[in-house]
C-alpha cells in the first residue's frame, strides 16, 4: 500500500499495488507504441491480477486508448510484449485473443443493426461454438438460440431479444455488445468506456451490469468518469504522457499528490 504521500512511479514501474501470490490473469512488460517519429507509450509494465474489476484512468493524451489496444490485439506494439496467464500472446490475431479467453468491447457499437437482438448473440455463439455453422440451418443447433437467451438475459436485454439492433436504445446496443462478447465465453472482458455517450440513468445500468459480471470473470476498462471509477474498481492503473504513473486501490489513488496534481485535481478533495 502507498503512504499518504507517495513517491512518483518511475516509467514502467508500478506503485501503491501490494504483491499478490496469485499470478496476474495479463500483465504487460516494458510495452511501448511509436506512430512515426511521436511516441504514444513508453516502458508500460503492469500486472492485472485475476478476479474483479481494474480501470485504465489518465487526462486526455494520456495512452489510455493506445494502451488498451495494445492489450486487446488490436495494435502490435513497437516494444515490449503482452502476456496471458504467463504465456506470450504479443502479436496474435484477434479470433486467438478470443478463444484463448479475451474478449473485448470498444467505445464505437459494433453490432449488426438488420438483425434482431437474439440474432446478434446467436451468431457470435456459433463463431464460438461450432465449426462450418454458417453453412447449416441455425434451427441444427438449439442449444446456440439458448445460449443467447441466456446471455441476453444476464444483461438485461431479455424483453427485447425480438427487437432490431437498430431499435436499441444507445445503453441497450453497448449491453447487447456485451452480450456479443459475453458469447465468446471470455475469462478476461476488455470494455473500452462503457459509459460513453450514455444518459444518467443508462450509466447506472451499465455500472450494475459491470459489477454483475465481474463476480464471475475479470474486467479490465477505460472509463473517464472519475466518480464512477473511484466507487467501482478494486484497482486503478494511471497513465500520464504515455508512461505509468501510479496504481493501487482508489484509496491509495486519491491520496497520490502527483495524480492528483495531473489528473484528479478537485475531483480527488471532494471525494476524498
Known amino acids: 500500500m502507498v503512504s499518504a504521500a507517495p513517491a512518483v512511479a518511475a516509467p514502467g514501474a508500478a ?4 504483491p499478490s501470490a496469485a499470478p496476474p ?8 507504441k511509436r506512430f512515426g517519429h511521436f511516441r504514444a507509450l513508453s516502458d508500460v509494465t503492469v500486472a492485472f491480477p485475476e478476479g474483479g474489476i481494474t480501470a485504465i484512468i489518465g487526462p486526455n493524451g494520456a495512452g489510455k486508448s493506445t494502451f488498451f489496444n495494445l492489450i486487446s490485439g488490436a495494435v502490435p506494439p513497437s516494444e515490449g510484449r503482452v502476456l496471458f496467464r504467463g504465456r506470450d500472446i504479443t502479436g496474435a490475431a484477434p479470433h486467438a485473443f478470443a478463444r484463448m479467453g479475451i474478449a473485448k468491447s470498444f467505445q464505437i457499437t459494433n453490432v449488426f ?3 434482431t437482438v437474439r440474432e446478434n448473440v446467436r451468431v457470435a455463439a456459433q463463431a464460438r461454438r461450432v465449426r462450418f455453422a454458417f453453412f447449416r440451418d441455425r434451427a441444427a443447433y438449439p442449444e446456440l438460440t439458448e445460449r443467447a437467451e441466456a446471455l441476453l438475459g444476464e444483461v438485461g436485454l431479455g424483453v427485447r431479444m425480438d427487437r432490431l439492433a437498430r431499435e436499441l436504445a444507445h445503453g441497450e446496443q453497448r449491453a ?7 458469447a465468446a465465453e471470455p475469462r ?7 459509459t460513453a455517450g450514455m444518459s444518467p440513468e443508462e450509466t447506472r445500468e451499465m455500472m450494475d451490469l459491470v459489477q454483475r459480471l465481474a463476480e464471475t470473470r475479470t474486467l ?3 472509463e473517464h468518469k472519475m466518480k464512477l471509477v473511484m466507487g ?6 494511471v497513465l500520464h504522457q504515455g508512461q505509468l504513473l501510479a496504481e493501487g486501490s482508489p484509496d491509495d489513488i486519491r491520496a497520490h499528490p502527483e495524480v492528483r496534481r495531473v489528473y484528479l485535481g478537485n475531483t480527488a478533495s471532494k471525494t476524498a
Open 15 to 18: 506503485t501503491g499495488a501490494a
Open 25 to 32: 490473469i495479463l500483465a504487460a512488460e516494458r510495452l511501448g
Open 113 to 115: 443493426p438488420h438483425l
Open 176 to 182: 447487447l455488445e456485451i452480450a456479443v462478447a459475453l
Open 188 to 194: 478476461l472482458l476488455l470494455l473500452d468506456e462503457p
Open 220 to 222: 479490465i476498462l477505460v
Open 232 to 237: 467501482l474498481c478494486r484497482r486503478l492503473v
